[in-house]
């Protein structure tokens, strides 16, 4: 089961920022938190990982509250493309155990608005 | 450097064929996930393998159900016998270790007629 919790859905604005909640209260001190989204049902693309620090990159910004339990993907400038289901994934990284798996949970679709 | 290439990107087969899925990762990584997405539902976990080896098949169905990844070749889930239950976007993805981040492919799309 997903140990994330994310709205169903939101709606952004042409050319504004898109701010995306997500829920991970009971994330462990070594899983990250990953982002990916789902453009109608094309293979999912990732988009940012982080563990504590704040990160970003080409394509968006993820913070991350100093006691981790929740993030948000920031979307500087949302274009009609970026319109997708948006996955928040908390997961490990030690492959002996079974939490390196990518769990999909329901996601956000993020309408972007002409 | 290609992506995670999955062919084919359309298949359909009658009740009681047998459905080949292939997956070419990309260049370098050695970790292949697979994934089903029925329609109208979420990514599912299925397998985790590395070359040769099985790691984690926990979300395989017990029966009809396969996947390898050889030394040499892409990954392949095979599906016997598919049933109209079957159809789905299977989607495979590459990381070169069981850590950081994985690539998906396009996605095969199996219709069961």
Redo the contacts between chains.
């Keep these: 089961d997903a140990k994330t919790t994310q709205p169903p859905s939101m709606d952004c604005a042409e050319g504004r920022a898109a701010n995306l909640p997500c829920n991970h209260s009971t994330i462990s001190g070594n899983e990250y938190v990953?982002w990916y989204r789902?453009i109608h049902?094309?293979?999912?693309?990732?988009i940012i990982?982080g563990l504590k620090n704040n990160e970003t990159n080409e394509m968006a910004s993820l913070i991350i509250t100093e006691d981790r339990k929740s993030s948000t993907l920031i979307l500087p400038h949302a274009t009609l493309r970026d319109t997708a289901v948006y996955y928040c994934i908390v997961r490990g990284?030690?492959?002996g155990g079974?939490n390196?798996?990518?769990?999909?949970?329901?996601?956000t679709l993020l309408t972007v608005n002409p | 450097n290609a992506g995670v290439m999955q062919n084919p990107r359309h298949l359909v087969r009658r009740r009681g064929q047998e459905a080949r899925l292939r997956c070419s990762p990309m260049k370098g990584h050695s970790h292949v996930y697979w994934y089903r997405q029925l329609p109208e539902e979420g990514l599912k976990f299925m397998v985790y393998l590395q070359k040769e080896n099985i790691i984690d098949e926990s979300g395989m169905p017990k029966e009809r159900f396969s996947a390898e990844f050889p030394k040499e070749g892409p990954s392949i889930l095979r599906i016997q016998q598919v049933v109209r239950g079957d159809s789905a976007a299977y989607f495979c993805a590459s990381s070169p270790s069981g850590a950081g981040e994985a690539f998906f492919g396009q996605g095969t799309r199996l219709t069961v007629v």
């Design positions: 990953y789902q049902s094309q293979g999912p693309q990732y990982h990284q030690n492959s079974s390196y798996k990518l769990t999909f949970g329901k996601g």
